[in-house]
């Protein structure tokens, strides 16, 4: 999800208040703010209009939809589904489409994921490596299809053993001609590309909520490969990803949580567009996703979670993340991060919430502090 629609989710709230009036008005505050749990467990279903604006796109307008629901309701320990739709047009003519499911079976046997993306959108490039400058800032165009699929099975209480299947193609076109991207020689691959991944993934999980965590951990380790199919120049070679998350609960309202992640991606000459990107909403909160880029990224933040109301709760976060190239890693090179964020619970039983958070980054000389407002669905991890 990109960072200007994840900066509109709180408009988005604000519109669904304003759009109703007199006793309707007055059900759906009562409703906002409740503290009734659906013990029925039934599906749930969010709606909400997307209105924006900025200079690269002009006015954006659309809707994200989430659906979440549970494939056996009377067993208590099956978890939360999800399926996730978000649709937006601009005025100059960009689109952004996504669709993703994240699926689990009853008694949590099986586990589905899938993600269907179509993306017409613009972002600043700042080149690759651990040290890129604002004044490099390079507007680029991208188009992007992606289409991935992963299913894992339970073996004993807590492992899973999976597969994955990803297919992607770039394209890219340079709106300030004469920038670090056209101009850099060491960006490979400038027009785009197709890439096919075949993975396996191994998963230990015995969290105690896969929406809102706050007992037991997560470890899932995934090696996918990318053989010679498309031909050219497009990359063969593989990308390895390690998540590592620890919760701990300290009072009936507050926990403790801690993620590390590792990625490496490895083949001769790897596209820009295929590297690890440092930043998001997820992962070092206050970076401009793919400020910082290169061949390998680890990164560790930790999270402390006060739910002070069944709907409402705070979050406060630190972490400290860096991108390196082979043979090029120094602790010198890691970048702090910190910040504090909102959260609503519109799905009180299913631990469902709307994050609003607020990341501040390292500040480089001659440049201002880097930092990032975020809002969107679900907690980071």
Request: no cysteine.
């Amino acid at each position: 999800m990109n960072k200007d629609l994840l900066r509109k989710l709180l408009v988005f709230t604000l519109l669904l208040l304003l759009s109703s009036n007199g006793f309707s008005q007055m059900k759906l505050l009562k409703k906002l703010f409740s503290s009734d749990v659906d013990t029925g467990r039934s599906g749930s279903f969010l709606p909400l209009p997307v209105i924006g604006y900025s200079q690269e796109t002009g006015v954006e307008f659309g809707a994200l939809s989430l659906y979440s629901f549970y494939t056996d309701r009377k067993d208590t320990l099956t978890r939360t589904s999800r399926i996730t739709g978000i649709a937006t047009f601009t005025s100059k003519k960009q689109t952004n489409f996504i669709l993703k499911s994240d699926i689990w079976s009853p008694q949590n046997k099986y586990h589905y994921t899938g993600e269907i993306r179509y993306k017409n959108f613009p972002f600043n490039f700042y080149g690759i490596g651990n040290s890129t400058f604002e004044s490099k800032l390079d507007p680029i165009t991208q188009k992007l299809f992606k289409l991935n699929g992963g299913i894992e099975k339970r073996f004993g209480n807590t492992r899973y053993t999976g597969l994955t299947i990803s297919f992607e193609n770039y394209q890219f076109s340079d709106k300030a001609i004469g920038g670090i991207f056209s101009t850099d020689p060491s960006i490979f691959d400038k027009d785009g590309g197709k890439v096919f991944y075949i993975g396996f993934t191994q998963i230990i999980d015995n969290r105690n909520s896969n929406t809102y965590t706050t007992k037991g951990t997560f470890a899932r380790m995934n090696y996918s490969y990318a053989p010679n199919i498309f031909g050219g120049d497009n990359f063969v070679g593989s990308l390895f990803k390690i998540d590592l998350r620890n919760f701990q609960s300290i009072s009936k309202k507050t926990a403790l949580a801690f993620n590390a992640h590792y990625q490496s991606l490895n083949g001769e000459n790897s596209p820009f567009y295929l590297l690890p990107q440092l930043g998001g909403d997820e992962m070092m909160r206050g970076y401009y996703l793919g400020r910082y880029r290169d061949e390998n990224l680890l990164a560790l933040q930790s999270e402390i979670r006060l739910r002070f109301h069944p709907r409402f709760g705070v979050v406060g976060f630190a972490g400290t993340g860096t991108v390196f190239a082979r043979r090029d890693f120094s602790l010198k090179d890691f970048k702090p991060n910190l910040g504090g964020g909102f959260r609503y619970f519109f799905d009180i039983e299913k631990g469902l919430s709307i994050r609003m958070d607020y990341g501040i980054g390292e500040k480089n000389p001659g440049e201002k502090r880097q930092s990032g407002f975020y809002l969107s669905l679900g907690e980071s991890f």
